[in-house]
Every structure is written in structure tokens, then in C-alpha cells.
């Protein structure tokens, strides 16, 4: 019988040190983007990983939404563990109610499977968006929204806006809500006329569609609060005040070819949403009412 033998990581490990925001988040705040990643030898990863991940337990996970003031997160399945979505289960099982999730499943995925997943918290489907040409392909998209309409769930979009300008014509055909990842990972040096924002403002017009204003160091290199995705959170919400929510993206999982060199800390994320948002009452918004409606919490 062979000895098991973890593969070492291969992108750099979150920060232990998160720091305190400077203002406090209101009761029951909602990180509405992370995830988990366990021991290797009990949560063996897909069959062509793009990364080997440090570990992010739940324990972990606890002390940063500590420090940052959130009560409450949604964890999303990592492409590192492809439609085996045993790690975000358990990790939901032990929020005991604190916890929503957003699973990766496959368009043939049985209704038997879907029921548990529900009971466990899961009220999403993350589907990676690829495209040909500019023209994305949504097949896999199609799938999954005809699998888990009856559940209510929404599905969760992972697209580089920039490369796929016209995704919004075919996202309007699907019979279920759409949240978008991280700002659509549109430039922020595009600014608000950037052709890929551009379409991720007629999807919010169209009224279907959720945003997470989350992750800016993937769209912009100005650390640590990233002032030039502040136009673009303000646009969305300005057009869907009560379609966005804010996230970390902890512990910001990256491939190294992303070109993210610098990890941030969890703390410094929070000051720069504090900075686009200064007024309390839309951070209520963001942070508790959006996400509670979203997500399905108490």
C-alpha cells in the first residue's frame, strides 16, 4: 500500500495577520465569496488542478470573518475540486447555519445529488464561462440553470467581461437569476466605457442579474484599496442597489499566470469597500440585507 504524499503549494498562502478595518461592519455582515480547502489526503483535488492550494480550514476562515466583523459567508466551490463538492459540504455543515454555499455541478448531475446539496446550504451553481472568438459558449450554463431551477438557486458566472463583450444576449434566455463574479474581472484601467462594463450594466438593467463587488486586486494594481474599481462599484450599485454584495475572495486562490503577485490583506479589502461606500446605510445594504434576500439567511 502506498504512503500518501501531499503535493506542496503552489501559489502563495493567505495572510494570518489580518488587520482590523478601521470602521465596524454592521451585525449579521455577509463575506459573500470564499473558500475552503482542506487536507489533501482527505480532499484529493480534480484530475488537472491549475494550482495546488495552501490549506484554508474552516477554523481559519472563522478567525478572519472574526477580524473583519462578518457573522456570516457564502463559500464557493473551488474549480480545484471540480464537481467533488465534499470539502465546501462539510465546511457548511460545521457553520451550523452561518454559512451558504455555491456548488460546481455537472449538467447531468441527479436530482438526488441537488436535494442534498440543498439541505446542506447550497443555493448556487458556479459555471466557468469560456468563449471562442468573443462568442461564449453556454451550453454548460444552460445545463446546469435547467438542473436547478426547481431548487430556486441562482447561477454564479466566472468571465473576463473584456474578452466576451456580448455575453449579456445570451445570459437573458436563462430561466434562472445570474450573480456575477468579481466585477465581471473587467480593467479597471477601462474605466466605466470600457466595453466589458459596459455590458455588465445591461445586464443590470436587465434586472436579473446580482453583482459581487469583490476581489479588486484582480482587476487593478493600485494596493492596497485599489481606488480605480471604486467608479465601477459605484456604477453598479447605483444602477442595482439591491443586487450587490461585497466579498473577499479569501484566501485569494490564483493561479500564477493572473499576473497577482502582491496577496492582500482581508482588513485592507474591507477599508477599501469602506472607502467606496462611507454612508452606513449602504453598507447595511451591501453587506446584510442584499446577501440575507440573496442567499436565503435568517
Not at 490564483?254 to 469602506?274: K, Q, W, Y
Request: aromatic share 8%; charged share 20%.
Amino acid at each position: 500500500m502506498s504512503t500518501f504524499v501531499a503535493k506542496a503549494p503552489t501559489i502563495p498562502a493567505q495572510i494570518s495577520e489580518v488587520q482590523r478595518p478601521r470602521l465596524a461592519f454592521p451585525h449579521n455582515a455577509c463575506d459573500a465569496h470564499v473558500h475552503v480547502f482542506g487536507p489533501q489526503d482527505r480532499y484529493p483535488h480534480g484530475p488537472t488542478p491549475g494550482y495546488i492550494p495552501n490549506l484554508a480550514t474552516v477554523e481559519q476562515l472563522r478567525a478572519m470573518l472574526h477580524t473583519i466583523g462578518c457573522a456570516r459567508a457564502v463559500i464557493v466551490q473551488p474549480s480545484y475540486y471540480g464537481t467533488d463538492n465534499s470539502c465546501t459540504v462539510d465546511a457548511l455543515i460545521a457553520g451550523q447555519g452561518s454559512f451558504r454555499g455555491v456548488a460546481c455541478v455537472a449538467a447531468d448531475v441527479s436530482d438526488a445529488e441537488l436535494d442534498a446539496l440543498h439541505a446542506a446550504g447550497v443555493r448556487g451553481a458556479r459555471v466557468n464561462v469560456k468563449a471562442a472568438n468573443g462568442v461564449p459558449d453556454m451550453t454548460v450554463v444552460n445545463g446546469v440553470a435547467e438542473r436547478i431551477k426547481r431548487l430556486g438557486w441562482h447561477v454564479q458566472l466566472f468571465f473576463h467581461g473584456d474578452t466576451m463583450p456580448t455575453l449579456d444576449e445570451s445570459l437573458a434566455k436563462l430561466p434562472v437569476e445570474v450573480v456575477i463574479d468579481h466585477i465581471g474581472y473587467v480593467r479597471a484601467t477601462d474605466g466605466v466605457h470600457g466595453k466589458g462594463f459596459q455590458m455588465l450594466m445591461r445586464l443590470a438593467r436587465s434586472g436579473r442579474v446580482w453583482f459581487k463587488l469583490s476581489a479588486p486586486y484582480r482587476q487593478s494594481d493600485k494596493a492596497p484599496h485599489f481606488e480605480d474599481v471604486a467608479p465601477l462599484a459605484h456604477a453598479l450599485y447605483a444602477a442595482v442597489p439591491d443586487r450587490c454584495v461585497w466579498a473577499s475572495d479569501w484566501p485569494h486562490a490564483s493561479r500564477n499566470d493572473t499576473g497577482i503577485i502582491r496577496v492582500p490583506n482581508d482588513g485592507e479589502l474591507a477599508d477599501a469597500f469602506i472607502n467606496y461606500f462611507p454612508d452606513a446605510a449602504d453598507r447595511q445594504r451591501i453587506l446584510v440585507d442584499n446577501p440575507a434576500r440573496l442567499y436565503g439567511f435568517e
